[in-house]
């Protein structure tokens, strides 16, 4: 009686299981009705944005782009779609605005202007070399009076400078009265002709003249100064014979002067001849001469590596002296509006420069600039940027440094150009040989974390050397495997390690290799 109640409650509890695993599998089989079918073709962004996949890839192999949706060549299961402007798609960054606030970071707008040449030089003072004047002797004769007697002595215009006794002078000017004092006959061509003769012997129309109008011999003349200046060379000393054409005085002037600027090679070219200056001398503290920049010399000083820049100025009142030390500040004036960004928003690399872009989503991106000069704080950026984005002035070395990070796995999809050869990182695994053949081996592993897979059984390359001798179906071996250029693992190394029961060998699911998809990347 006992065993028969035993049997009776045995008989119970598998119909109530059978029941219970009947209504399981009702139940599995209507919920896969109600779900659509979906191939992957048609999947929406998360969120039910609508956005469309920018490409395909197995998230264990994340390097390797898909054009279509599929099945993985490496994995069994279905390929993960991947959408634009998640975090790293694109190398930027994204910060809340609390840790913002805590690394400090401060923006500025790129905007647009003139960017002045900013270039400072020294020089000294000179002659003005075009404002130059010589007084040379007209005839042959002797120097009665010198009315300046010393070099740098300063003159004005039509000021006396010597008084010169000319012989030959006498004869013509006798010649010219005897001619006009003759009576009857054709006398106007003996009159002309002495006049000429006057002329030839170096007299000038105003001598002409007094000797016409006074009637009498003037053997001797006076030279006057052509324009206001110093006696830079003097060549007449009193009682000396002169001939005709010798120098005599040469004079310069002081209404304007040079500046000879010495501008280092490497800002050479943000200096142009037009461009407005202004000079200030320690002699005459606070006084600002204006000028340009009349023309730099074709020459450079091998021994300070400088150009010259010849400058002229204004000289009111000839306060500036030649010899005297001055400091120019150049300023261009070539009137072109440029993209500037501040100078402490650039990052410099020695091989490019960077700047850290600040994007209104709340992104950061690095973005490569190409410069031109820098005046006052400011850079002129000639590609990368344009007016009225946002840059960091603060911050923006960890910024770079966390979106050169997230675009590594970008970077890491590339191909990689031709000669190189990187360094490919190796994965250590264990697990049992389940199936050899020819060019591959099915091992069934368990996790390998530095790849964050878990276990399962799947399929790699066979090595060019082949499998080891000790290796054989059914062996429990350590593995160490890479990733090639095309996505598929290879084992590298393969040895047996002890015969023993595998923690991983239940329940590790079956994967195998299927064939990869139409559209793949290569």
Known sequence: MKNKRKILVLLIAIAVATGGYAAYRFGVQQGMKAI???????????????KKPLYWHDPMVPGQKFDKPGKSPFMDMQLVPVYGGTDGDDGSVTISPRVQQNLGVRTAIVTTGKLSSGV???????????????????????????????????????????ELYVPDWIAAQEEYLAARRMQGGDTASLVDGARQRMRLAGMTDAQIRLVESSGKVHPRTTISAPVSGVIAELGAREGMTVVSGAQLFRINGLSTVWVNADVPESLAAQVRPGDTVEARAPALPGSIFKGKVGAILPEVSTATRTLKARIELTNPGGQLIPGMFATITFASNRGVDVSLVPSEAVIQTGTRSVVVLAKEDGKFQSVDVELGGESSGFYEVRKGLTAGQKVVLSGQFLLDSEASLKGTTTRMGDAQPPGSNPEVPLHHGEGKVERIDKDEVTISHGPIATLQWGAMTMGFKVPAAGLPRNVGLGDRVAFDIKSRQDGVFEIVAISPIADAPAANDKGMGSMTKPKAPEGAKK
């Open 36 to 50: 659509p079918a979906n191939d992957g073709a048609t999947a929406a962004a998360p969120g039910g944005t609508g």
């Open 120 to 162: 400072v030089a020294v020089g000294s003072v000179a002659y003005n070399e075009r404002d130059v004047a010589l007084v040379q002797a007209r005839s042959n004769g002797f120097i009665e009076r010198l009315y300046v007697r010393a070099q740098l002595d300063p003159v004005k215009q039509g000021q006396p400078l010597a």
